[in-house]
């Protein structure tokens, strides 16, 4: 059965550092397209970060140069890396995997994690 576990959420001051992350199985971890989502309430789920399985990465406008997307093959773990954290990057932060590769179309992932919050207070 497919799973994510995310853990490394938490809460943090602006301009502060996080670490996401999101243990997956093995079988999809080589063969799936790996991404961080992120929501807040009352809006759309948005693509944060995604790495293919050749390792080619993407990410939205709004978080390059300040996150990185990387994973660990011995440990099938997926890591989202943020730095210089800003409060409107607060949300609740899921991990997701699929044979769709496409960060816009969050709607087309078929497996998720249960998400952890990330806080960033000014």
């Known amino acids: 059965q497919a799973q994510l576990v995310e853990s490394g959420g938490g809460s943090v001051q602006a301009g502060g550092s996080l670490r996401l992350s999101c243990a997956a199985s093995?079988?999809?971890?080589?063969?799936?397209?790996m991404g961080w989502f992120r929501q807040t309430p009352g809006k759309e789920r948005e693509g944060v970060a995604r790495i293919d399985s050749g390792g080619s990465t993407a990410y939205a406008d709004s978080v390059k140069g300040r996150f990185t997307i990387s994973k660990d093959n011995e440990k099938n773990t997926l890591y989202l890396q943020m730095n210089n954290l800003k409060p409107e990057d607060t949300a609740l932060y899921y991990c997701a995997a699929d044979r769709t590769c496409n960060l816009r179309r969050w709607r087309n992932w078929n497996y998720w994690g249960q998400g952890t919050q990330v806080t960033v207070s000014s």
């Open positions: 093995g079988y999809m971890y080589s063969l799936y397209c």
